[in-house]
């Protein structure tokens, strides 16, 4: 079961009505490649996570970069790391709203609750 984990990747950040969604695909409000996006929508989950990790530009706290690096974990099965992630992204003090891969926007900590409890699905299911 494959659920909302491939279609609920960050694209970026909206700041109020300034930008409802890119004309490109990718990342929004970011510099490329800093938040993994294209690295995840190829399946290169490995190069998502070191590009991630390697990029100083964004906060470690970025609720977009902790999203994204606990469904990169995820996706390789590295699931106590990706827990840990999505986790940080729900108690960061920094709430935004995110763009999904989807175009849906929604809040960065609900994105973040349902991405852990979407992966204690999974786990419970295997």
């Not at 659920?3 to 950040?13: D, E, I």
């Not at 989950?45 to 977009?64: F, G, L, R, W, Y």
């Not at 003090?93 to 926007?105: C, E, F, I, P, Y």
Request: hydrophobic share 40%.
């Amino acid at each position: 079961m494959k659920m909302l984990l491939l279609g609920a990747l960050v694209v970026g950040t909206i700041s109020g009505a300034a930008q409802a969604k890119s004309d490109e695909a990718g990342e929004i409000s970011y510099p490329k490649g800093s938040i993994g996006y294209e690295a995840l929508m190829r399946g290169d989950n490995e190069h998502a996570v070191t590009q991630i990790m390697s990029n100083a530009q964004v906060s470690k706290h970025d609720p977009a970069k902790l999203l994204n690096l606990g469904r990169a974990y995820a996706r390789i099965g590295r699931t106590e790391q990706a827990a840990g992630y999505f986790k940080a992204a729900m108690q960061t003090r920094d709430s935004v709203d995110l763009v999904l891969a989807d175009g849906r926007v929604m809040n960065s900590k609900v994105a973040a609750r349902e991405a852990y409890a979407n992966l204690q699905t999974r786990i419970a299911t295997r």
